[in-house]
């Protein structure tokens, strides 16, 4: 296991942000990090929650009461959108159109990130998956299914035979969702019909827990899925990883093993802890980020032959606090994470890089 370390560089320190939405005019807030790492005082509650990247050069990153984007790869990031409201999920369908889930609530830029606007639907979601620019999905707070065909202006609800935690659509016909009973089905006509796929044989006490569901081409996913409570500093949690479009699932990795609950696998052991983020390509290639609590320290750990073998690293040598890890990879060496925040400065979060596979990392943006 190899644990690698950065130093932080710190620079310019931006003024505080004000009003329902930054300005985007030459006058707006620029976040230079090219002379080392920039700081962007954003006052309490200043953690990232969530990280999209469409593009090396095009992304957005968000937590609460704001959003966060960069058209240079993080040489400089501008803030886009404020307002009331947790950021959750942020996602690019291409490099102009790029989806919020705000508060359980939809917003929509099509310019990259640099002008927002909510739904005019009120439908409350808990994730989304937006393919193409005008062909998306969601799941609603209370596990029902939703779609779009007009780019998020209103929602129709998919009257499925079953309860969804998570979905991953590969296009806009090829979906698959990952169900409350620990099914899988699979759609190739737009959500219209389900088809029955594998199953992951788990307890009752992990229907509460949280559900990552991601695939990267129409054989290869993954499914990431957490007990929902933790003991002693860490939660269980297990990596499924799939080669034939769901039908069967190979464990990849395996969490603490402590209030794991009856016949819950120790083999394959991960790093103790909370886990934050999966995020994987298509070469085989996934990162899954992990804090542990009780250090606390910051992990990814990292697969490149599609889990079958695991390396740890940390991409910094700070303590961090919060379970925020939140990783956007645009391909098997590059990618971003941000952070909700460090224990040992007054920071609350910040924005890191790697440009080769996560064996080294460097701070772009430090916010507090």
């Known amino acids: 296991m190899i644990l690698l370390t950065c130093a932080l560089a710190f620079g310019i320190l931006a003024e505080p942000l004000h009003g329902a939405r930054a300005s985007t005019a030459p006058n707006s807030r620029l976040l230079a990090a090219s002379s080392g790492a920039a700081a962007f005082q954003l006052g309490t509650s200043s953690g990232l ?28 990031w501008r803030a886009t959108w404020t307002a009331p409201g947790l950021v959750s999920q942020l996602q690019f369908s291409d490099a102009q159109h790029v989806w919020a889930l705000v508060s359980d609530r939809l917003l929509h830029s099509n310019d ?13 979601l ?13 799941v609603t707070t209370n596990g029902r299914f939703v779609t779009t065909t007009n780019g998020g ?9 079953f ?30 019909t ?28 993954w499914l990431l899925l957490t007990l929902g409570s933790g003991c002693g500093s860490m939660m269980p949690y297990l990596l499924y990883y799939t080669a034939d479009s769901g039908v069967h699932w190979r464990l990849r990795f395996v969490g603490p093993a402590a209030c794991g609950g009856p016949g819950y696998p120790t083999r394959k052991p991960g790093v103790p802890g909370y886990p934050g983020n999966l995020s994987a390509v298509p070469s085989g290639r996934a990162f899954v980020s992990v804090v542990a609590p009780a250090q606390p320290m910051l992990y990814v750990v990292s697969t490149h032959d599609a889990g079958r073998h695991w390396t740890q690293g940390a991409p910094t040598g700070q303590k961090v606090s919060g ?13 971003w994470l941000v952070t909700g925040g460090e224990a040992t400065r007054s920071m609350k979060g910040r924005i890191i890089h790697t440009t ?13």
């Not at 808990?126 to 969601?138: E, N, R, T, V």
């Not at 202006?153 to 035979?161: F, I, Q, V």
């Not at 309860?163 to 219209?192: E, K, M, N, P």
């Open 356 to 368: 080769d596979g996560g064996r080294t990392w460097h701070t772009q943006l430090l916010i507090h």
């Open 323 to 335: 379970i925020t890890l939140a990783m956007a990879f645009v391909s098997a060496t590059e990618g």
């Open 153 to 161: 202006r209103s929602l129709t609800a998919e009257h499925t035979p």
């Open 49 to 76: 929650d969530t990280v999209s990247f469409a593009t090396n050069e095009i992304g957005c990153t968000g937590g609460h009461n704001r959003i966060l984007c960069t058209r240079n790869g993080g040489t400089s």
């Open 194 to 221: 389900w088809h029955a796929r594998g199953a992951i044989g788990l307890g009752a006490s992990w229907i509460s827990g949280d559900a990552q569901l991601t695939f990267v081409t129409a054989t290869l996913g």
């Open 163 to 192: 309860t969804v935690r998570a979905v991953s659509f590969l296009d806009s016909r090829h979906g698959w969702a990952y169900q409350t009973d620990g099914h899988i089905a699979s759609t190739d006509d737009a959500g219209r």
């Open 112 to 124: 990259g990130g640099m002008h927002w606007q909510y739904s005019q639907d009120k439908s409350r």
């Open 126 to 138: 808990s994730s989304i998956d937006f393919p193409s620019a005008q062909i998306g999905w969601g």
